[in-house]
């Protein structure tokens, strides 16, 4: 069964280091999603691509976070610099509907 | 902004105990879709509900779309430790097919 594919699992950083994520998506899915989750909440959307173009970052911090899917496929996801407050997970979700599949996060803490 | 509220945020049940979680919104929806999660892991889809008054059943999970298609629920008959884990419900507004908006989520505990 098909994928999403997220890397790394786990980041440990200093804060003011710069950090990035990757996600593969399921092959075919034009949807992207970058979610960050706090421990004990819901998934809150950073950015939302449709092939390679941004449809929605309204809750993205653009002073610090940036996120690219410059072929439509895979897609990284940046911090720089990162604070101790960006310590959460964070998932990749792809969809070619209305259904949205998840990878398995990346970690990040932030010492 | 929309919001889509879910209660209660914590149950804890005995195993063998029926549970339910209830998801409303304020705004009519397109459709509702319900995931899980378990500790430790990633949101994992469960189901979609698109017309009003749906009911939908997986095993001992029966899912319903209000007739008004502004609230739902999710509910486990006879839980055991593997329904462990937040669910969380999720909607597209009437019109919007663009942003999934999620509720807190319930979260579930099953004494053995």
């Known amino acids: 069964e098909a994928e999403v594919a997220q890397s790394p699992r786990y980041k440990i950083t200093e804060k003011s280091q710069a950090v990035a994520f990757w996600c593969d998506p399921i092959s075919g899915h034009a949807t992207l999603y970058w979610y960050r989750q706090i421990l004990g909440q819901g998934p809150e959307l950073l950015v939302q691509f449709q092939d390679e173009s941004v449809v929605d970052d309204s809750q993205l911090p653009k002073d610090r976070f940036s996120a690219e899917r410059l072929k439509g496929v895979d897609s990284t996801l940046k911090i720089q610099p990162a604070e101790l407050g960006d310590s959460a997970m964070y998932l990749c979700a792809s969809s070619l509907g209305t259904i949205q599949y998840f990878g398995a996060g990346t970690r990040l803490s932030v010492l | 902004g929309q919001q889509v509220m879910q209660i209660p945020q914590y149950q804890h049940v005995q195993e063998g105990e029926d549970f339910t979680t209830y998801c409303n919104s304020s705004?009519?929806?397109?459709?509702i879709q319900w995931y899980k999660q378990r500790p430790g892991g990633h949101p994992v889809f469960l189901i979609q509900l698109v017309k009003s008054g749906e009911v939908k059943k997986q095993k001992r999970l029966t899912f319903q779309f209000g007739e008004a298609k502004k609230n739902s629920s999710l509910h486990i008959t006879a839980t055991q430790t593997t329904d462990v884990g937040t669910y969380f419900c999720?909607?597209?507004?009437?019109?919007?097919?663009?942003?999934?908006?999620w509720g807190l989520g319930t979260s579930l505990a099953v004494n053995p």
């Open positions: 705004t009519t929806l397109s459709n």
């Open positions: 999720a909607a597209y507004n009437a019109g919007n097919n663009r942003k999934l908006i």
